[in-house]
């Protein structure tokens, strides 16, 4: 079981994009746990994680990731502006994939 987790303004607009993350990760046969919180709230929702995603209106918190999140060996990118906006699950499940395999390497 993968952990993920978006961070976003209020934690609202990705919610819509973790639901269609969880139907492409049923569709492929992943098993993947999904959450979605406000950035203000990051230090509390890193445990136990295996990525991290930032809504990219929130990209300019990526230094502030990168730094909370490599103290625990966690992997943080920013969703791309196109796949957030077309709600792409498919595409942001697979960036998170990603993400961990190599992070695994």
Request: hydrophobic share 40%; glycine share 6%.
């Amino acid at each position: 079981m993968k952990n993920i987790t978006l961070f976003c303004a209020a934690g609202m607009s990705t919610s819509l994009l973790i639901t269609k993350m969880e139907r492409a990760a049923r569709e492929k046969n992943i098993e993947v746990s999904l959450n979605a919180f406000p950035q203000a709230e990051m230090e509390r929702h890193l445990d136990n994680v295996d990525a991290v995603l930032l809504g990219p209106q929130i990209r300019y918190v990526l230094p502030k990731a990168e730094r909370l999140c490599g103290k625990k060996g966690i992997p943080v990118d920013v969703i791309s502006p196109a796949d957030y906006g077309m709600m792409d699950g498919e595409k942001v499940l697979e960036q998170a994939l990603e993400l961990i395999d190599k992070n695994k390497k």
